[in-house]
């Protein structure tokens, strides 16, 4: 009998949860440790920050459905892997065995690399806002509603380093959408200020003419922008920023005022991940090989956004490469096979497709965008936009919740569908 025990309970986790436990005999035992009692859908945090969603819409406890499933849930932090004794300590001194370790905590929030950024209930500066955790966004939802009286200046973006780019330009034109909702919006300059070397790049190097499209979307909604941007601090109602040229001088320096701002931080690897010797690079994040085995531990499996990935290219500020939902989920799909391989005794050799399917709510309409797979050269590299979008986006929020009240990873229709476009998880 095995012992696994998954490390985050997110969206990647909570699915390989499932997923593993339907591809595993009962005899081998499946624990998910979590920091916290709920699942948090964080794709839909955009419109929890702006009143469109409410916390209990986007959460569900974890326990009761892990436990229909014959899952064991710990909801304690871990503090220490010993990656050699395969241990791991909790928060409050238990020590729990395992046989082999899924690593899916997500990141850290590095909010501390720019003095004044991010909420100060998560060790940032409190001047800036996050949409990364559903308490950030209603963090920001419980300013905005004061913001609303007397409105002014915004600035939504993301930070040197950031890799996750996309619920920043979902974030600026939902904001836009509801601000006209309420006919407000000329009272609100929005500046979007990016450490892409271009809108529309996306830490992905553009996908199909994405570039163009979310500049013409910005166009449209009176959004202003600042591209190569380094962020080096921020003070109450200011953020400075340096404005670096395509071959790293400097190009301008800006004071940008605001009342109120968003702006995603650079990821690290989570403490206890980055402190263990030889799993991370200098980020903290997991080193693994083509079939998500760390490197240097080989009863360590890590997939999602805590996996060292490297950008797709060299940027005057630097960017890093998004792990999107349905890449993450591929990550997965190969980890669980990979799993069941070797409990029988078979090579582990699947490799996930790495495949990006993403869906971006803009308030009123939407973007799309397919790049298969997600690190360049890509087989297909498609975006589009349309109000279907929108309507897909909130479909998805509601299938994805209701999969995982099913405890489902990959219903028979989801990978029929997904198969006659051809986009699927594993590397056939």
């Known amino acids: 009998m095995a012992h696994i025990v998954i490390m985050g309970a997110g969206i990647g986790g909570m699915p390989a949860a499932y997923e593993i436990r339907e591809a595993l005999s009962e005899e081998h035992r499946i624990t998910v440790v979590n920091t916290t009692d709920y699942f948090q859908f964080v794709p839909s945090n955009p419109w929890v920050a702006v009143g469109w969603r409410g916390r209990e819409e986007v959460t569900l406890e974890i326990a009761p459905y892990l436990k229909r ?22 928060v409050d001194g238990q020590v729990l065995d395992y046989d082999y370790l899924l690593i899916a905590t997500g990141p850290k929030l590095a909010f501390d690399e720019v003095p004044g ?27 905005y509603e004061q913001f609303l009286k007397n409105p002014g200046p915004v600035v939504v973006g993301a930070m040197p380093g950031a890799s ?5 330009y979902e974030f600026a034109m939902v904001l836009d959408t509801d601000l006209r909702r309420r006919k407000i919006r000329n009272k609100v300059p929005i500046t979007f200020v990016s450490s892409e070397p271009y809108i529309g790049h996306l830490g992905l190097g553009g996908v199909g003419d994405s570039k163009s499209m979310l500049e013409s979307e910005f166009r449209n909604r009176d959004v202003k922008w600042i591209t190569n941007a380094k962020t080096t601090k921020v003070e109450e109602g200011k953020m400075f920023v340096t404005q670096i040229d395509d071959q790293g001088n400097v190009l ?25 010797p030889k799993l991370c690079n200098p980020r903290g994040m997991v080193i693994i090989d083509e079939f998500q085995r760390s490197k240097a531990y080989k009863n360590i499996f890590s997939a999602g956004v805590c996996v060292a990935i490297p950008p797709v290219e060299v940027t005057p500020v630097p960017t890093g490469c998004p792990k999107t939902g349905y890449m993450i989920e591929s990550m997965m799909t190969a980890i669980c096979h990979n799993l069941a391989n070797e409990l029988a ?46 309507l897909a986006k909130v479909a998805y929020e509601k299938y994805f919740m209701r999969k995982l009240k099913k405890g489902s990873s990959e219903p028979i229709y989801e990978k029929y569908i997904m198969g006659l476009v051809g986009i699927h998880r594993l590397d056939k």
Do not use: Y
């Open 69 to 90: 499933k014959n899952i064991d849930f710990i909801a304690k932090a871990v503090t220490h892997i010993d990656a050699d004794a395969s241990k791991l300590t909790l």
């Open 345 to 390: 005794g078979k090579p582990a050799l699947e490799k996930g497709t790495w495949n990006a399917v993403c869906l971006a709510d803009m308030g009123d309409t939407g973007a799309a965008f397919v790049a298969l797979p997600q690190i360049p050269p890509r087989n297909v590299n498609w975006f589009k936009k349309g109000k279907w979008v929108h």
């Open 117 to 143: 950024a991010g909420p100060a209930s998560s060790g940032g500066g409190g001047f800036t806002h996050s949409i990364c955790h559903v308490d950030h966004a209603q963090a920001f939802f419980a300013d």
């Open 164 to 168: 996750c780019f996309g619920p920043a």
């Open 252 to 276: 301008k320096d800006h004071e940008v005022p605001f009342k109120l701002s968003m702006m995603l931080p650079a990821f690290k690897g989570v403490d206890a991940v980055a402190a263990v």
